[in-house]
DNA sequence: TTGTGTTTTATTGCCTCC
DNA sequence: GGAGGCAATAAAACACAA
């Protein structure tokens, strides 16, 4: 025992001496069972004379005297002096179980807090794992797009050098004059093709990272405003794939209007489009 | 019944505060 | 320097599979 309190001195006297006798006895365990049996036997009873009263085993509190622990430690996980003298009094328990109670309970109370703090750390460490990993996954598709549509931008860019060298200097005015009349009758037709080469662009087979932080992309729209349609690129891409090819092949945007088209201040939305959204 | 793992009660030593 | 808290640990009590 490390200390005799003022409150506590007499059963922590009372408390000192059985489990240093249970140590001995355990260490003189030298002779067969029986033998130690009816050693440690007699060792009880002389214990019991001396002490002049039921030796103290460590018994366990009993259900009623554990709740009401429980209900003290609810209310206040310290035990003031007062408080600790009272609870004793009414469970019938020394001073100092409640107070070892209170200091047990404490340290699994402790535990309990550090698992439910690991198992949260971990969750946000997984949530964020992911999601970098879905991040990953469309830079490179992303990446990957880019380089094809640079290497179809510079091979358009040479064809058209060719036939303008071969054919008249209007040819290239007249060439989309007359791609307009063949696509569409439609008047919006440039519009619809603009949209629809901007949804290619922005089309990617990883599309779940911007649910998950769909947040990141809208608030850097002042920095990279070409993001913003990626909000509904999934659907886009499946409705707009096959004219997608057809704008592939009769984009004649230079490498120029490309980057002006990207660098609006405001890129479309598409909301006209998913009134739902 | 027994071996083994877990929980609960209690001790010890160190530290901080007043 | 005493009182009380905490971490580490011991040991008894308990649970449970084999």
Not at 18 to 36: G, H, M, T
Not at 100 to 119: G, V
Not at 186 to 207: F, M, R, V, Y
Request: hydrophobic content about 30%.
């Amino acid at each position: 025992m490390k200390r005799l309190s003022s409150s506590g001195s007499l059963d922590a006297l009372i408390s000192i001496c059985p489990p240093k006798e249970e140590k001995n006895s355990k260490k003189k365990q030298i002779y067969s069972r029986e033998f130690q049996a009816m050693l440690d036997g007699l060792e009880e009873e002389d214990s019991l004379e001396e002490a002049g009263q039921a030796t103290e085993k460590k018994r366990r509190l009993s259900i009623g005297q554990v709740k009401a622990l429980e209900k003290n430690f609810e209310l206040e996980n310290k035990l003031e002096p007062e408080r600790k003298v009272k609870l004793a009094e009414e469970l019938g328990l020394q001073p100092r179980q409640v107070a070892i109670w209170f200091q047990n309970r404490r340290s699994r109370w402790k535990t309990k807090q550090l698992e439910k703090d690991y198992a949260i750390l971990k969750a946000n460490y997984d949530a964020l794992q992911l999601d970098y990993n879905n991040l990953e996954q469309e830079k490179e598709a992303l990446t990957a797009k880019l380089i094809e549509l640079k290497d179809k931008l510079k091979e358009e860019n040479s064809e058209s050098s060719h036939s303008i060298k071969e054919d008249s200097p209007n040819f290239s005015q007249q060439n989309k004059e007359h791609d307009f009349r063949d696509n569409d009758d439609d008047s919006n037709g440039i519009n619809k093709e603009e949209s629809n080469a901007n949804a290619q662009l922005l089309i990617s087979p990883a599309s779940s990272s911007f649910q998950f932080n769909g947040s990141s992309s809208s608030s850097d729209s002042s920095n990279h405003h070409w993001f913003q349609p990626f909000d509904s690129r999934t659907i886009l891409g499946n409705m707009y794939h096959p004219q997608l090819v057809k704008v592939e092949e009769q984009c004649m945007f230079t490498a120029e209007e490309s980057c002006n088209f990207f660098s609006v201040d405001q890129a479309p939305t598409l909301q006209w489009y998913f009134p739902g959204q």
